[in-house]
């Protein structure tokens, strides 16, 4: 291979965060940085990493999307009958992950997930494009399947059935919040010397901040 890997590294030296810059409320301080992303043109600032656990501790990580959060936590949509859901249904703790590099930045946010109401998930699918609305319905998502061209049938048969009408929300598919717990922001700072905050949640909801060594 003619590329060394090993070689491959930059010098972080964009900005720098000290505690001062710290709002005492994570999600507060979350904000501020999503913000800062989508002003940087940054691909998909609410694509996330969650990673679960199954119930003999084997991990699973994928991508999916948050779509919205406030104090009460950060939601994301799928299938209900995945991998990620049955990893869920047999441990709830998560943590998600924000990978914006361009920003020499990076937040973890680890809790517990909640399936969020029924309710809830339909004012959310409600705003979906129809095509994706089609989309939750086809895919029995994670499970095998022998071939694309069943995937195009289903979609084509669903789009003629629903030309018209509202499509309704499959009963296998929802959200989940997660609520935090710990609350990681991290900033690349130059000769690796980086910056680490770490919210931990305390009772009474008031948030304990400590420097981690980087
Ligand atoms: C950028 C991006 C965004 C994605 N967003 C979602 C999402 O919001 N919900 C979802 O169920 N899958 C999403 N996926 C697909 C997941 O990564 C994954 O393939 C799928 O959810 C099945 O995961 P599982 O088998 O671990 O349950 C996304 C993938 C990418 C690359």
Redesign the pocket.
């Known amino acids: 291979m003619t590329l060394d890997i090993a070689d491959l590294r930059r010098e972080y030296t964009r900005a720098g965060l000290g505690r001062d810059d710290l709002n005492a409320d994570p999600v507060v301080q979350f904000e501020r940085w999503f913000q800062d992303a989508c002003d940087a043109g940054v691909r998909?600032p609410n694509?996330m990493s969650l990673a679960t656990v199954d119930g003999v501790g084997s991990p699973?990580l994928?991508?999916?999307?948050l779509k919205y959060f406030d104090s009460t936590g950060f939601v994301?949509?799928?299938?209900l009958e995945?991998?990620?859901?049955r990893q869920i249904s047999q441990n709830q703790q998560v943590t998600l992950l924000f990978p914006w590099l361009d920003l020499e930045r990076q937040v973890t946010i680890s809790g517990r997930a909640e399936t969020v109401s029924r309710a809830e998930t339909l004012r959310y699918f409600s705003r979906r494009p129809h095509e994706s609305q089609i989309g939750a319905w086809i895919s029995q998502?994670?499970s095998v399947i022998t071939s694309r061209k069943l995937l195009r049938m289903k979609f084509e048969e669903m789009r003629r059935k629903w030309r018209d009408g509202e499509v309704p929300l499959p009963d296998f598919w929802g959200g989940y919040r997660v609520w935090p717990q710990r609350v990681e922001f991290w900033q690349g700072r130059p000769n690796r010397l980086h910056d680490r905050f770490l919210y931990r949640r305390r009772e009474g909801n008031t948030w304990q901040i400590d420097r981690l060594a980087p």
């Open positions: 998909e694509a699973g994928r991508t999916v999307l994301f949509f799928t299938n995945s991998s990620k859901a998502q994670s």
